[in-house]
Every structure is written in C-alpha cells, then in structure tokens.
C-alpha cells in the first residue's frame, strides 16, 4: 500500500480530524468536485440532468456506523422518501445504503428489518436496492442479511471488493440466487491477510473477477453485473472481452463516482454502454471522501490544482 493511500485512510478514521477538517472551507470546496451538494435535493437534480445524457444514477446518503436505533429508522423512512420521489419523477436512479447505517452495529435484525423495509417499498415501485460492503468485520453480517432479504425479494444487490482476498468465494452464492453485483476495488485500511496489498495484486483480481461476472446468467436492468471503476484500460479489457465472449452490451454496465471521467462516461453511453453514476449527498463527507482519494491519490493533485485555480 503507497505512503499516500496509507495517510489518506488514516486520516479518514482519526476522530480529531473527522470533526476539525470539514470546518475548513477550502475543504469544504474540495469536495464539490465530488458531490453535486449536501441535500437529497441537490442529488435528485443531478439525477435528471445526469438521465438526460442518457446516465442512470445511484443516489446515497452519506453516514455510517449508526448505533442508535432511532437514528436508523429515520435513515430508513429518508430512503423510503427517496424512492417514492424516483419513481413520482420517473427517474432512472436506484438507492445504494450502508448496512452500519441501518443499525448494523446494533444487532444484525435490527438492520435486516430496516433493509426489509427499504426493499419491500422500492419492490413496490419496481426498483431496485444496492447494499454497500464496508469494512472486512462487516462482511459475513452483510452477506447474511442480503441472503435473508433475498427469501423474500427479487430487487437486491450488493457491492463486492477486489482487494479482499475472500472475494472470489463470496461471489458464486450470490450468483447462482439472482442477486446483483457491483464489483468494486474498495477502499479500506485492510491488514494484508485479508486484502491484497498491492494495486497490481488487486487489478488483477479485479479482472478476473469481472470475467467471472461476465460469464454468469446476466440479470436484468439494475441488476446486470455492475464494473465500478474509472481505470480506463480495465473499462476496456472489461469490453473486449465481453465482445470476444459474445456477451451484449445489454448485459452489463459500468459504474462511476460523480465528477470523474466525465469523458469516458459520455463516450461510454454514446458506444451504447450502460453506464451509472454514483452521487452522494448528506453532511457526514468527510470520511467518505477520504476514501475516494485513497482510491486513486493522483486525485489530491487535481483537487490541488483546482483550488489554486479558483
């Protein structure tokens, strides 16, 4: 793991620095490059701009390890609101939550009710639901409550890490129950027994995860085989492979956080590709975004050179 991404994920867990850094207001000017804004509403507006180019949307609020159990209702009756307000908007947009945010930490019944709860209303408005995965610790406990919420719903998915090193045992259950996957490369401080520690251990794994996903009974609409990643080159091994395979564009898609390759997004949809991008919104960013520079720390150059800018 580079010095950079090592100092990124620490200081997204410092508790000091969780509650000083996001005062400061060129941080908090950093950060739009990531986030439309701090509102459900401004995340809602993204969405249609974003669907007029032919781009779906993934909205979620940002927030994690809720041991309160009131806290966690109130995150479940926001999601509810969110995707009745999808569908009244015929938007094409999806929710993403966090298990710790649905009182995870509490007990694992409390947050398979609340998840229930979430995905039996989004069941109603023919949407989907996409569970995020968090740190390692939380892995067994997310995977057991989605498996349950699939006994009684269609409409599920979750995220699955590259860098973890179970990853590729996890994967085929949920594959052979119809349950949506977002492959990601993920973004935790991991000891080196449980994730991959170096970026070309973690591609690597990534893409051979992907050919995996590539070659399952693909699932329809929102949950087809989802790729998260902004690497371009893994974008296209990803589709060269897909076409050695004969395997339809209709059939996957890719998936990317707001603000980054932009570019590649438009030629993505424009070369018929599903794309969606990932918004977040809500005043707990910091970590969150820490994490995101962690992901690719070229990153802190361009926000850098964007704040210089003006």
């Not at 009710?113 to 995020?132: G, K, P």
Request: hydrophobic content about 45%; proline content about 4%; aromatic content about 8%.
């Amino acid at each position: 793991m580079s010095l950079m991404r090592q100092t990124l994920l620490w200081c997204s867990e410092n508790r000091w620095m969780r509650t000083h850094v996001p005062r400061l207001w060129f941080v908090r000017r950093a950060v739009k490059r990531f986030m439309p804004g701090e509102s459900v509403d401004d995340a809602l507006g993204e969405a249609e701009v974003l669907n007029g180019a032919g781009i779906g949307a993934i909205l979620t609020q940002l927030g994690e390890n809720l041991a309160d159990t009131a806290d966690a209702v109130a995150v479940v009756a926001h999601y509810q609101g969110v995707i009745d307000t999808i569908a009244s908007r015929a938007l094409d947009a999806v929710v993403s939550v966090k298990p710790t945010q649905l009182g995870l930490d509490h007990d694992v019944e409390t947050a398979y009710r609340n998840l229930a709860a979430i995905v039996e209303v989004a069941q109603a408005r023919r949407n989907v639901v996409c569970v995020d995965m968090e740190q390692s610790s939380y892995v067994d406990a997310t995977l057991d409550v989605v498996h349950r919420i699939r006994d009684s719903y269609h409409n599920i998915g979750v995220c699955l890490q590259a860098y973890l090193r179970r990853t590729a045992d996890d994967m085929g259950p949920l594959l052979e129950r119809g349950i949506g996957v977002r492959l990601v490369k993920g973004a935790y401080a991991e000891p080196a027994d449980v994730a991959f520690p170096t970026k070309r251990d973690v591609d690597a794994n990534y893409f051979a995860l992907a050919e995996r996903l590539l070659e399952s009974p693909a699932s329809a609409g929102h949950l087809r085989p989802a790729f998260a990643t902004h690497d371009p080159v893994m974008v296209q091994r990803i589709r060269d492979t897909a076409g050695a395979r004969g395997v339809g564009l209709e059939r996957y898609q890719f998936q990317m956080l707001y603000g980054i390759q932009r570019e590649l997004q438009t030629t993505l949809v424009r070369e018929g590709c599903g794309v969606m991008v990932l918004l977040s919104y809500g005043e707990a960013w910091y970590p969150w975004y820490l994490r995101r520079l962690a992901e690719r720390p070229a990153n802190v150059w361009f926000v850098a050179k964007s704040m210089v800018k003006g």
